[in-house]
């Protein structure tokens, strides 16, 4: 089976730095109606120092933040549920919006290694979440990956 999907792929996975975060994260979900709630822990978090994601839909307010933040917020805030901790990676490189299947071939491997992930993907760039005890297992299946997309095999 094929690693990358075509040649396009594996030359953006040729040029793909991962950035791990220094920080550990938690997501927490609050129910649509205490979106306040969310929006206030989002403008704790520092921007360009911490990692951060804020989703809406019509189930849920999730939200990713640092754990620190998480920890120290007043304990009166309501939340439907959080967990973590997780670690943060950022695949590092600009993405157009019309490639397909560039976290593929990631999503592929964490899984081949038994590696839950919580895939986030911003305009631009990607990021996967994964559980604080996976994070070497993860770094070393992703930087095997970005081997092979530098060797001749596709």
């Keep these: ?41 989002v403008a704790k978090a520092a921007p360009f120092d911490h990692y951060f994601s804020i989703i809406c839909d019509q189930h849920e307010v999730a939200v990713i ?26 695949f590092d490189i600009p993405l157009d919006v019309e490639v397909a299947g560039y976290l593929q071939p990631a999503v592929n491997c964490l899984a081949d290694a038994g590696i839950s992930i919580v895939p986030q993907c911003a305009l631009i760039y990607d990021h996967v979440l994964v559980n604080e005890r996976d994070l070497d297992a993860a770094i070393c299946a992703l930087t095997e990956l970005r081997q092979k997309a530098l060797s001749d095999e596709i």
Excluded: E, Q
């Design 1 to 41: 089976m094929r690693v990358f999907k075509n040649d396009a792929i594996k030359d953006l996975w040729k040029k793909s730095r991962l950035i791990v975060w220094p920080d550990l994260y938690c997501m927490v979900s609050f129910d649509p109606k205490d979106r306040a709630s969310a929006l206030n822990l």
């Design 65 to 90: 933040l640092p754990d620190t933040i998480w920890n120290d917020w007043d304990a009166s805030v309501i939340c439907r549920n959080s967990h973590g901790p997780f670690a943060c990676l950022t």
